[in-house]
C-alpha cells in the first residue's frame, strides 16, 4: 500500500516482553476505537510475546530480526553494522508499503530500527517511555521524536519535542475495572472478592511476584502464615513452578489444611495458585498487595488505588526501586529492601498496616491520586493528531 490513502497510516513498534507489548497494544487498541479506518499494522520480532499476542488483538504484523546494540568489545560489534543496515533497510520497505504517517515506538528490539527508518523517510516519531530509566532505544528515537509521552517524570530522555507525564496505556481488564472502582469502590472491592471465592468481610492480602513469582516474597510470607491468617485472608499469586514451596512452608507455619486453590468458597484462608488470568479480580479484591515494582505493575496498582508493599527486584540499576519511588514518596505504598523483606518483617508490620483501616484507605487515594487511567486514549489522540497534519500536507 502507497501513502496515497486518506485514512491514516500508523505503524507501531516494540515488543519482546509484556512489558512492551502491551502497552503498545492498549495503543493501538485506543487508536483503533478512536478512527476505525486507520490502517494500523505493528513491527516486531518472530521471537518476542508480540509474534503471539499481536495477531491475537486483531493487529496485521511485520517481522524484522533482532539487533541489540552492543554493550561490551567482542566479535559481535564488528557484525552489529551490517546487521543493523539490513534491518533498517528492511524497516523502511515495510514502512513503505505501509504507506505509514507517523511510526510509534515502546522501545524494544524493534522499536531502534524503526525510529531510524522513520527518521531517514521524513517520518513523524511518537514515543511511548514506561520505565523510571528510559531504555537504549527510546534515548536513541528521543533524538527524532515529535511526541514523547512517559509514565514517569525524569526518565533521562532527552528531546526537542513534548516530553509530558501521560501514564502507562492499561491493558483492557485493568482499564473495566478501574472505571468499576471510580463508579462505587466498596461494591467494585466487595464483588471481586465474591467472584474469587473469598470472605467479604475479611481482609485480603495478595501476594505476587508476576508470572515467574518471586521465591523472596513466597518466602517471607508463606514464612508468617500462621500470623496472617488470625487476621486476614492471603491470595498468593506464587509464580510457574513455586507453589509446592509455598505450600510446604505454609504448612510448616499455620499448620496443615490451611491451605487451598482460588476461585471457589471454602473454610481455608490460605488461597494459592500459580497464576490468574484476571488479575484484575485479584487486585480489586486486594485491601493490600504485596509486590515487585515492575513499572507495568506499579501503574496498574496506582490506576485501581490500592495500597501496596513494594519490595524491588534486586538487580540491575535499581529500575524497579525508581520505578516504585514516587509513588512511595506520594503516600501510596511502602517500599522495602529484598534483604529485609522477611517472615520477621511481615509477622511485624503488615498485622498494624491492615488493622489501620483509616490509614489503609489513605494510602490507597494516594495511589489513585498519582494514577493515571486515560494513558491509552492520551497516547491515541496525539498520534492521530500528528498522521493527521501529516495527510493534510501530502494532499
Not at 516486531?44 to 552492543?70: H, N, Q, R, S
Not at 507453589?243 to 512452608?249: C, E, G, K, S
Request: glycine content about 12%; aromatic content about 6%.
Amino acid at each position: 500500500m502507497t501513502g496515497t490513502s486518506t485514512a491514516p497510516g500508523i505503524v507501531l513498534a516494540g515488543g519482546g516482553t509484556a512489558g512492551h507489548v502491551n502497552p503498545m497494544l492498549s495503543i493501538a487498541s485506543a487508536i483503533r476505537d478512536m478512527r476505525p479506518e486507520a490502517r494500523i499494522s505493528i513491527i516486531g520480532t518472530a521471537v518476542g510475546l508480540e509474534a503471539d499476542l499481536v495477531p491475537a488483538a486483531g493487529f496485521e504484523m511485520d517481522t524484522i530480526d533482532k539487533v541489540p546494540f552492543p554493550r561490551k568489545p567482542n566479535g559481535y560489534m564488528f557484525r552489529f553494522p551490517g546487521l543493523w543496515r539490513r534491518e533498517t533497510a528492511k524497516v523502511r520497505g515495510i514502512l513503505a508499503q505501509r504507506g505509514a504517517d507517523v511510526v510509534v515506538g515502546v522501545g524494544g528490539y524493534a522499536a531502534a530500527p524503526a525510529y531510524y527508518a522513520a527518521h531517514k523517510a521524513g517520518l513523524p516519531v511518537v514515543i511511548h517511555e514506561q520505565n523510571a530509566r528510559a531504555g537504549m532505544a527510546n534515548k536513541l528515537g528521543a533524538r527524532w521524536a515529535t511526541y514523547i509521552g512517559t509514565v514517569y517524570e525524569g526518565t533521562g530522555l532527552s528531546s526537542k519535542a513534548p516530553i509530558e507525564r501521560v501514564g502507562l496505556p492499561l491493558r483492557a481488564p485493568i482499564a473495566a475495572m478501574a472505571a468499576s472502582l471510580e463508579k462505587n469502590r466498596d461494591t467494585a472491592h466487595t464483588s471481586a472478592k465474591i467472584r474469587l471465592g473469598l470472605d467479604p468481610l475479611l481482609p485480603v492480602v495478595l501476594v505476587t511476584g508476576g508470572s515467574l513469582g518471586a521465591q523472596s516474597l513466597n518466602a517471607a510470607v508463606s514464612g508468617a502464615s500462621k500470623t496472617l491468617l488470625e487476621f486476614a485472608q492471603v491470595v498468593h499469586l506464587t509464580g510457574k513452578g513455586k507453589i509446592a514451596d509455598v505450600r510446604a512452608a505454609v504448612d510448616a507455619s499455620a499448620g496443615p489444611g490451611n491451605i487451598t486453590g482460588l476461585g471457589s468458597t471454602s473454610d481455608e484462608r490460605y488461597h494459592a495458585v500459580e497464576y490468574w488470568e484476571r488479575v484484575d479480580l485479584a487486585f480489586a479484591a486486594a485491601d493490600l498487595v504485596i509486590c515487585r515494582s515492575g513499572a507495568g505493575t506499579v501503574a496498574e496498582i496506582t490506576a485501581l488505588g490500592v495500597p501496596a508493599v513494594y519490595v524491588p527486584l534486586p538487580i540491575g540499576n535499581g529500575e524497579q526501586r525508581f520505578n516504585a519511588r514516587p509513588v512511595v514518596d506520594a503516600g501510596g505504598g511502602l517500599l522495602v529492601d529484598d534483604a529485609d523483606f522477611t517472615a520477621d518483617w511481615v509477622r511485624a508490620n503488615v498485622p498494624a498496616l491492615v488493622h489501620d483501616r483509616h490509614a489503609l484507605r489513605a494510602m490507597g487515594d494516594a495511589a489513585w491520586s498519582y494514577g493515571i487511567r486515560d494513558a491509552a486514549q492520551t497516547m491515541a489522540r496525539h498520534v492521530l493528531d500528528i498522521a493527521d497534519a501529516r495527510v493534510a500536507r501530502r494532499g
